[in-house]
């Protein structure tokens, strides 16, 4: 059974960071690229960033480009998204998932139904 479990959000202020996880189950960690991606009510869920299985290398939407940080330790099956200078636009429930990478796409797709719980991050003074 496939399993996220994101953990390490929380109330911050504008400038502030966070750093989150999400640990992962019931399927090959190393042989998938991770996904972040977050939600606001009334809007659908939107990528942020991503890593890829082989190299590591990551992407970013251009909004959290140079300010988020997505990485990952397939020893213990967890990716990490590491926030810094937080602004009230990044106020969301953020969620991982695994990704499978289509040529036709600029971001992995989403690999597996089942999401998290989510973390919420709020971002207000």
């Known amino acids: 059974q496939v399993q996220f479990v994101e953990s390490g959000g929380g109330l911050v202020r504008p400038g502030g960071s966070l750093k989150l996880s999400c640990e992962t189950s019931?399927?090959?960690?190393?042989?998938?690229?991770m996904n972040w991606y977050r939600q606001v009510p009334g809007k659908e869920r939107e990528i942020v960033a991503s890593i890829t299985s082989t190299d590591h290398s990551t992407k970013y939407v251009d909004s959290v480009k140079g300010r988020f940080t997505i990485s990952r330790d397939n020893a213990k099956n967890t990716v990490y998204l590491q926030m810094n200078s937080l602004n009230s636009e990044d106020t969301a429930v953020y969620y991982c998932?695994?990704?499978?990478?289509?040529?036709?796409?600029?971001?992995?797709?989403?690999?597996?139904?089942?999401w998290g719980q989510g973390a919420q991050v709020t971002v207000s003074s």
């Open positions: 998932n695994a990704g499978v990478p289509h040529p036709d796409m600029e971001y992995p797709l989403t690999a597996f139904p089942s």
């Open positions: 019931g399927f090959s960690f190393k042989g998938y690229a």
